[in-house]
């Protein structure tokens, strides 16, 4: 019943290259600098204006850059660890949003599930390691990259807790369980737990139906002051690239009202 769920559907196209191809397409379009390596360490605003200090990651150095108005798409985890001057309710709102565990594990190996006939699609193994994922790019090709676990959840909770080698033995064992002798062709593992990623801090936010998350959804989903949060936990699709795309639309549109009524 996987593919039924309406945001697990088989695919029907993907990007050359892998996902990240699209923010890579969105960063190649943009007119403007962008400017990377730079870490937030405080976003204030006034009447009219706002202000961000970022910490240049490279040369160690602060700088301050002012805008008429930030659209902030930080994970609201890492947002919450920053120094702003946002209302009190604002403030914690951020600071309970609750996020997800989440953990991958991937090696190299060579294509032996393809002598199985599997191309591409999930085999579910157990709570403990989730599903096993295989690679549906590069048919044919010598060697591909398969995921030995990628787990969500309390089960993920509890992966993350693991040390990493214990972390790549299980997933190993996942793949050898479906594939009998196939773990030993598996290396280069590295596993990957969000809540351990600095700028993540968690892999996706999962609002309920309570009334504090209805309210804090929708109290984010408005500006404060200058500021407009945006972003995939901002949307009903909030671990999906699609998600992000909406809840930007909706950030465009409530900037361009604004700024349009300034002017008219």
Known sequence: MFDENITMQATMFEPVGGM????AAFH???ESP?????????????SEKTEIIYLDRGSGKSSKISADYVVCTLPLPVLARIETDFSPKV???IAGAVYDHSAKV?????RFWEAEQI?????????DTGAVWYP???FQSPRGIILGAYVAGKPAE?????????QIALARGAVDKLHPGHGADLSEGIAVDWHKIPYNLGPWVHWTKSASDINTYRLLNQPEGRVYFSGAHLSQLPSWQEGAVVAAHRTIDLIATRVGATRS
């Open 20 to 23: 990240d191809r699209i923010p």
């Open 28 to 30: 190649k379009s943009i």
């Open 106 to 110: 991937a090696f190299e190996s060579p």
């Open 34 to 46: 962008i400017l990377l390596g730079a870490e937030v360490s405080s976003i204030r605003q006034s």
């Open 136 to 138: 549906s790019s590069g």
């Open 119 to 127: 191309y591409g699609g999930l085999s579910f193994v157990g709570a």
């Open 91 to 93: 403030k914690q709102a």
């Open 158 to 166: 509890a992966f993350e807790a693991l040390p990493i080698p214990q």
